[in-house]
């Protein structure tokens, strides 16, 4: 029974064996065979492809033909139309040079025919001119004959008579010229200069760095300086200007070299104080407001110093630069004064030597324009003030002046040497500048106590600089004789013993007062 078992066991798992084979096998052939047909599939579809890839390359090889030709057949269109046009240039200039040619030949020989005119008037003047030789030749023969000299001997005679005769009257002519040259030049110098002088001998205020601002009352001076010295401290920072708050009574002292920052710290203490409200913030808005009304004025300066010299106006900036002048001093000479004075003389000496007037008042009005330049901008203010009057389009004659006055550059016209002598002559004029502030005091103290060292005197006055010496008498110690002679006395002592700049004037006043009282 076990062995049958076994043996159907076994003839199933061959019979499976077979069958598993034989199904496998089947299955195989199946898909060898679809593989293939696929693979067939495959080839034809690839096939389709690379001929229509084929097709589309040869499309777009024939369009990229055509594109080709079409534009090479438009460049050679472009080219034939352009040879074209230069064949027709080329015909017209053709037939130009053609009507050139014929114009030229035609002016030739019309040019022949004038020159064969012209050598027949040759000859027909050379028959002429050979007359007329025979005919002088014969007069000099007959002259010779006459006078019994030969044509050299009485040319050379007459040449020497000539030259001995001219050289005696052109030697005493440039005798007389040359003595009357320097007579009248020397006379007209001393004319015009003394003449400018004259004419424009103004009086120059005497500025110093400080300036003094009355208060109401020393309580003022605590406000003005502040909790532990603020406002003081916002005010020197937003002017520039040391405020001095000390022992005089009812007064504030201001100082500071900018004459213009001075000014402003003057107008705004004056507005805090009248207005009372004295803080930080105030007085920035108060300095900011008077340094715009200041710029303003400045402008009004300019303008009216233009209109006062009789000068047409000038550029905007120009005008600021002069108004400017008025808070600028040179050695003590306010600069706008000096200028306005410089621009009088100018124009008193180029009249007087038949210049122009307006060029010359202009050069002497902005000669000294360049110390109003910014301090930052380094250079001679002559060259700066050349170089500004020059970037706002001013004549040149000007610009030359300006520049040359002291020398910096070379002068290149008669009004430059006019300009630097008229400076020269404002700011050498006695009391026209100031000396240091020390020897100054001390001169016009001296002065003062050598007149009151004479009896009778009262008291004196120093006045003009030191120009001047006002002396009050005791009307019944000295008469109307002994003033007159005290005045002489002083004068001689001040030559003897003390030395200062031009001349001091003496006036010694009498004064009889008589008084009575009704009751």
Known sequence: MDVYILGLGAFLFILSFFASWFINNKIGKNRIANAEEEAKKKLSDADRDIAALQKEKMLEVKDEWYKKKHEFENEANQKRNKLQAYEKQLNSREENIDRKVELLNKKEREVQKLQGRNEELSKNLSQKQQEIDAMIAEENIRLERASGMSREEARKLLLENLTDAVKTEAAQTLKEIRDKAKEDGKKEA????????????????????????????????????????????????????????????????????????????????????????????????????????LEEETIRVGENTLIEVGLPGAHQEIIKHIGRMKYRSSYGQNLLQHSIEVAYLCGIMSSELGLDVNLAKRA????????????????????????????????????????????????????????????????????????????????????????????????????????????????????????????????????????????????????????????
């Open 190 to 293: 001393q004319k015009i200069i003394v003449q400018a002088i004259q004419r424009s001998a103004a009086d120059h205020a005497v500025e110093t760095t400080v300036s003094v601002l009355q208060i109401q009352s020393d309580e003022m001076k605590g406000r003005i300086i502040g909790r532990e010295g603020r406002n003081i401290r916002a005010f020197e920072a937003a002017t520039g200007v040391d405020v001095i708050v000390d022992d005089t009574p009812e007064a504030v002292i201001l100082s500071g070299f900018d004459a213009f920052r001075r000014e402003v710290a003057r107008i705004s203490l004056e507005r805090l104080i009248a207005d009372g409200r004295i803080h930080p913030a105030r007085i920035e808005e108060v300095v900011e407001k008077v340094k715009q009304e």
């Open 364 to 519: 002497g009005l902005l000669h000294d324009i360049g110390k109003t330049v910014d301090r930052s901008v380094e250079g001679p203010h002559a060259l700066l003030g050349m170089e500004l009057i020059k970037k706002y389009n001013e004549h040149s004659i000007v610009v030359n002046a300006v520049g040359a006055h002291h020398d910096d550059i070379p002068m290149e016209h008669p009004i430059a040497p006019i300009v630097q002598a008229a400076d020269a002559i404002s700011g050498a004029r006695p009391g026209a500048r100031r000396e240091s502030v020390e020897g100054y005091v001390k001169r016009l103290e001296k002065l003062e106590e050598l007149a009151k060292s004479f009896k009778g005197v009262s008291a004196t006055y120093a006045l003009q600089a030191g120009r001047e010496i006002r002396v009050i008498v005791e009307h019944d110690k000295i008469d109307d004789a002994m003033a007159d002679q005290l005045a002489h006395d002083i004068a001689r002592k001040i030559q003897q013993e003390m030395e200062y700049p031009g001349q001091i004037k003496v006036v010694v006043i009498r004064e009889v007062r008589s008084v009575s009282f009704a009751k």
